[in-house]
């Protein structure tokens, strides 16, 4: 028996439940999860969605999601069902949430770790304008 191995059993007989969450999270690589995300988002009618691969410019992520949404409370709606078919579902939880407790800032932000979640109101993206600061990074997927 591999080291590898007696440590994955020993985990599994003191913290089953750590062992369960390790694993699925070990096999769901970013991509799998940006487009994951992106669908949930495309469901709960965000628009102008951009999913921008931009691990050649930085190594703070690999994704972003930058999508526009109506108001605050679409934005906590797409809050909510990530919560549900990802942390719930898959747990998969995000490392931080910006933004939804500001009203009125425009801008939500969700960081998933190595994929972040940027829903803007249009004047807001208008106002910063990620893909321009961004422009270098592939665009892998735009729904409009």
């Given at each position: 028996m591999s080291v590898r191995d007696f440590c994955a059993r020993l985990k599994s007989q003191l913290y089953p439940d750590f062992t369960v969450r390790?694993?699925?999270?070990?096999?769901?690589?970013?991509?799998t999860l940006a487009r994951q995300i992106v669908d949930i988002v495309e469901e709960k009618q965000a628009s102008d969605i951009?999913?921008?691969?931009?691990?050649?410019q930085t190594s703070i992520a690999d994704y972003f999601i930058i999508a526009t949404i109506d108001n605050e409370r679409q934005g906590r709606a797409i809050q909510d069902d990530l919560r549900e078919k990802?942390?719930?579902?898959?747990n998969i939880r995000p490392l931080n949430i910006n933004g939804l407790e500001d009203a009125g800032s425009g801008w939500?932000?969700?960081?998933?770790?190595?994929?972040?979640?940027?829903?803007?109101?249009?004047?807001?993206?208008?106002?910063y304008r990620l893909e321009e600061l961004w422009s270098k990074a592939n665009v892998v997927l735009k729904v409009l």
């Open positions: 390790f694993h699925r999270r070990l096999f769901l690589d970013s991509n951009v999913l921008l691969d931009v691990r050649e990802l942390q719930i579902e898959q939500v932000l969700l960081d998933y770790g190595d994929v972040i979640v940027h829903l803007f109101s249009e004047e807001m993206r208008h106002h």
